[in-house]
């Protein structure tokens, strides 16, 4: 006789149980190195004056503060005299400073006889400490840089001499400078 017709397909069955991980393949190649990462802070400079010993008269306007004796340094930040000191390096550099001035005072950074402006700090109170901090780009090596009272301040500025404070012991101006 003839066949007869295909029946229609039955119903799926049940999915069966996940085989076994295979076995991991081998690794791969390792990558190229990637470039070295700049070096942490490796140039620092404190330079420091002592009242009453150092800037015995007024800084007049357009005069630098003296700061002429050395804290720790390291690196190639120098001393070129007492108010002026030596970036060797361009690069950005973290000045931050400290005074205890007696009149109403200004003072900002000078870098090559250029005041920058940008870093002034004042107060217009009596006797107490002038503080101030800012981060400066030096594009060229060499760069000179100095902590001035401004050029057209209508005020000398006079460090204290710690008159009355009871300890009669020698106050401490500070100049730290770091390369970052």
């Known amino acids: 006789g003839k066949h007869g017709r ?47 010993t150092n800037n015995l008269p007024p800084v007049l306007p357009g005069m630098a503060i003296e700061f002429p004796t050395d804290g720790p340094l390291y690196g190639d930040i120098s001393r070129l005299s007492a108010s002026t000191f030596n970036l060797a390096t361009p690069g950005n550099y973290l000045v931050m400073f400290n005074l205890t ?16 402006l940008q870093t002034l700090v004042a107060r217009a109170v009596g006797e107490t400490q002038l503080s101030g901090s800012c981060i400066l780009n030096t594009t060229a090596p060499n760069t000179v840089l100095s902590l001035v009272n401004p050029t057209g301040t209508p005020l000398p500025l006079t460090l204290s001499s710690n008159n009355g404070t009871g300890s009669g012991k020698a106050l401490s101006n500070h100049l730290n400078l770091l390369r970052l």
């Not at 069955?13 to 470039?35: H, P, R, S, V």
């Not at 001035?101 to 920058?116: D, K, M």
């Open 101 to 116: 001035i007696v009149e109403p005072a200004e003072v900002c950074v000078s870098l090559n006889g250029v005041e920058s």
């Open 6 to 52: 295909d029946g229609s397909d039955g119903q799926d069955g049940k999915d069966g149980k996940d085989g076994k991980d295979g076995k991991d393949g081998e690794n791969g190649k390792d990558g190229m190195n990637g470039e070295n990462g700049k070096d942490g802070v490796v140039t620092y400079a404190n330079f420091y004056g002592l009242q009453p």
